[in-house]
């Protein structure tokens, strides 16, 4: 999605450039108390390369969800003036005023990094301008999480922020270590659980292929590990995608990280779930789960609410035997 960094007037407001694919599958609000990242480090991530991490002020930000309730009368009323609206804007607006206006999303990578007084402002206005929201969702980063004290993270939840959208890769720390996350398993394992402790729906996020050769076994045994320790609400599978402008492509280029087969990453995906004793929600919501059936169809379903396991658990396994069967 088009970012409109700065582009904020009476008839527009600020859009980061990416959001899960659930909160554009179901048309949420997007709202942006921060810009880029706070870590900005991960030799995979493409999104904020060379961009600078800010706290908007929440004036600012609130001048913003006004400016989403005046382009929303603006679209009931279908006034003459809506030309003035920039067509980013205009779209998610209309988008969420046609799905309900029940969701929204705090954009960029790490919301849970503002002061908390700040982020209860901004939850408790946008609540009150917009009644009828039912899940406001938001990226944070565990030493994030970690950094909070549970009654503030009680207080944020309370405040209406109601599911984090966590970045865990790998459970494994060489892997971590690798790619810079700046998180060990530890410390994923704690944040998940103090998230879940003070009430959020907590959704992690694990990408096979992220050990490579090298490490791309205990990548998913460990995953499995830190996941069980964590019991979350969702798992969301991304396999590894390489983009150039990235330190994960220039390793490449310097033979410092072998890749592995795209089913080797379905392995992966076995080991995962062979391995794994929790009451989530398993989703492959997203394009990057490529893997076909013998008849072609997508091994997974791409279903936001995913697979329940441990119900689901051999099918899924059923699904991944037949990947490997026909690709082999
Ligand atoms: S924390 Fe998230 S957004 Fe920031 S660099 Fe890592 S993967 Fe990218």
């Not at 600078?52 to 005046?70: G, L, S, T, W």
């Not at 206006?101 to 990578?109: G, H, I, N, W």
């Not at 995962?272 to 072609?296: A, Q, T, Y």
């Amino acid at each position: 999605m088009k970012s409109s960094e700065s582009n904020t007037s009476k008839y527009s407001f600020e859009i980061g450039p990416i959001r899960p694919p659930n909160e554009g599958g179901e048309s949420s609000l997007l709202i942006r108390p921060t810009r880029n990242c706070s870590w900005n480090r991960c030799a995979f991530c493409p999104y904020y390369d060379g961009k600078k991490f800010r706290i908007r002020d929440v004036e600012d930000i609130k001048k913003d969800i006004d400016a989403v309730e005046r382009i929303k009368e603006m679209l009931k009323e279908n006034s003459d003036a809506i030309g003035k609206v920039p067509f980013d804007c205009r779209s998610v607006v209309s988008g969420w005023m046609q799905s309900g206006e029940k969701t929204a999303f705090l954009q960029d990578s790490n919301s849970l990094i503002m002061p908390t007084e700040e982020l209860i402002d901004l939850l408790e206005y946008l609540v009150e301008t917009f009644p009828s929201l039912e899940r406001i969702t938001s990226y944070a980063r565990s030493d994030a999480v970690l950094k909070k004290e549970m009654e503030e993270l009680e207080k944020i939840r309370s405040a209406g922020l109601k599911r984090l959208h966590i970045g865990l890769e790998s459970g494994d720390d060489n892997v971590l270590k690798s790619i810079n996350k700046g998180v060990t398993s530890e410390e994923h394992i704690r944040a998940g659980k103090k998230a879940m402790k003070a009430g959020f729906e907590v959704s992690e996020y694990v990408m096979p292929g992220l050990g490579g050769d090298k490490f791309s076994r205990e990548h998913a045994l460990n995953t499995a590990k830190v996941l069980n320790q964590i019991d979350p609400d969702y798992i969301r599978v991304r396999p590894l995608s390489v983009y150039p402008n990235t330190e994960l492509y220039q390793k490449i280029e310097r033979d410092d990280f072998q890749l592995n087969s795209i089913l080797d990453r379905l392995r992966e995906v076995k080991i995962i779930v062979e391995n794994l004793e929790v009451s989530s929600n398993l989703c492959f919501d997203h394009s990057w789960n490529s893997w076909r059936d013998r008849d072609g169809n997508l091994l997974f379903d791409m279903d936001y609410e995913g697979y329940r396991l441990p119900e689901k658990k051999d099918h899924i396994l059923q699904r991944v035997k037949e990947g490997l069967e026909i690709n082999e």
